[in-house]
């Protein structure tokens, strides 16, 4: 084939490919205008704003680039070395390299198995036999043979680890080849209660005095029977008790007949044999609120009504941030506070109102608030006092956790000792202690009646 005729072929070629390319621009132009809109299930395609503009990353801090803190050694151990190890030649210049943290435990150490020989003399003169006197209230509480340290350990174990009985006797046999039976457990519990006694009535003493309290209960199984674990909580206190009833009169007894402080609690009627202040848990009105939305999702009337009662209690929870004028007296701030309150509760007592003859579904909702008007906006008027009972709920959730594990407790005794070691303990992490040593130290130090509420 000449040049010539080469040439002419791919000319021929290259028209063909381009009414090939028409052809198939023209179909796609067909097909994209029969191209039917997609099922009204699938979203459209919607560009997020700004997609397309990303902010350069923040450079990270240089104080913030040093990795983790290294911990203070217990043991450094050094590798030097001395000739070159390709030509043996004396090495120069020494100076350290680099530094190699390796963390580890010790093995874990045999039991400490002390005898104390005790011996005793003839008086010939009394008659008598004498012993020698020993006082070992800092070695081992009660006439047990379980130390105070092994005692908090086992505490430790059994309320902030919530480890099984059994598990911590078989922890004790394979990392210090301890034999010990569940019954000895059980009463060294048993024993650790009984010693802080004093203790845990300070504790009951130290919240029914305090200006707010927030309460709580939940279900517990005593040897089978269904009864309550009724919490009173303040930020740094903890305080539990078994009943085997969810009447108002325990209420009277953790707190006090002469309580003077604020309660704070949900809309549990047990709680209203409180006649003093009291706050009503907000989160619990506004999660109700919330299921009502999503069971009536078209209801617009129940929308909005919503939106406006969250929008109260916004405007509440703001208010009660910020304090009164400063430059007026302590009585005029208080005054000032009680006609806040005032405004808010007329707020929603307005929106509420029309709803209580009218079959709706927040019928339920404003008759509640008719029924507990005088106790949502609390927090309004008492500053400190919160708008929930978020506190109440968490304190009670280590011990629902430990009946979820458990099924509860088997007597009374028993009860009684899971609520003591849940008080105790409960303080001590609620005011960032440390729990181990905290009950180390109360069972090395006698605990007496003067010493109610004492924390160690």
């Given at each position: 084939m000449t040049h010539e005729e080469e040439i002419a072929h791919l000319r021929e070629e290259n028209q063909a490919l381009r009414e090939a390319l028409s052809q198939a621009l023209t179909r796609i132009e067909e097909l994209e205008k029969q191209k039917t809109p997609p099922p009204a299930f699938v979203k459209a395609n919607v560009k997020k704003p700004g997609a397309q503009e990303k902010k350069p990353r923040k450079k990270r801090d240089a104080k913030h680039n040093h990795g983790r803190t290294r911990m203070v050694p217990t043991q450094i151990v050094e590798h030097r070395i001395v000739t070159c190890p390709d030509c043996h030649l004396r090495l120069g210049g020494m100076s350290l390299a680099r530094v190699r943290e390796v963390i580890d435990v010790p093995p874990p150490p045999p039991l400490e198995v002390i005898h104390h020989r005790i011996f005793h003399g003839w008086c010939a003169q009394c008659h008598k036999w004498h012993e020698a006197p020993v006082d070992l209230h800092a070695e081992v509480f009660g006439q047990g043979r379980i130390g105070v340290r092994l005692s908090s350990l086992i505490a430790t174990l059994r309320t902030v680890m919530r480890l099984p009985i059994r598990q911590i006797r078989e922890l004790l046999h394979t990392l210090h080849g301890f034999e010990v039976s569940i019954g000895e457990i059980v009463e060294v519990l048993h024993r650790l209660v009984a010693h802080a006694q004093p203790v845990l009535d300070g504790f009951k003493a130290t919240i029914r005095a305090s200006p707010a309290v927030q309460a709580d209960e939940t279900g517990w199984r005593e040897d089978g029977l269904n009864g309550y674990i009724w919490s009173v909580s303040t930020p740094t206190f903890r305080y539990y008790e078994y009943h085997h009833s969810r009447g108002g009169e325990v209420v009277k007894q953790l707190i006090g007949e002469a309580f003077q402080g604020v309660l704070g609690s949900d809309f549990y009627a047990g709680y209203n044999i409180h006649e003093g202040l009291h706050q009503r848990c907000w989160v619990h009105f506004l999660r109700n609120v919330h299921e009502l939305k999503k069971k009536?999702?078209?209801?617009?009337?129940?929308?909005?009504?919503?939106?406006?009662?969250?929008?109260?209690?916004?405007?509440?929870?703001?208010?009660?941030r910020l304090a009164p004028d400063p430059r007026l007296t302590p009585r005029a701030q208080h005054q000032a506070r009680v006609a806040q309150q005032h405004v808010f509760e007329q707020g929603l007592w307005k929106l509420c109102h029309p709803f209580l003859q009218e079959d709706v579904p927040q019928q339920t909702l404003c008759k509640r608030v008719g029924s507990f008007l005088p106790e949502l906006f609390v927090f309004v008027t008492v500053p400190g006092v919160p708008a929930h009972n978020n506190l109440a709920e968490r304190s009670v959730r280590p011990l629902v956790i430990a009946r979820k594990v458990s099924g509860g407790t088997h007597s009374p005794k028993g009860s009684q000792t899971r609520m003591g070691l849940a008080s105790l303990f409960g303080t001590w992490v609620a005011q960032g202690l440390n729990p181990f040593s905290q009950c180390l130290a109360l069972l090395t130090q006698p605990v007496n009646d003067n010493m109610q509420g004492r924390l160690f």
């Open positions: 009536f999702p078209q209801d617009e009337a129940l929308l909005t009504w919503a939106k406006e009662v969250k929008a109260i209690y916004d405007d509440a929870v703001a208010w009660a």
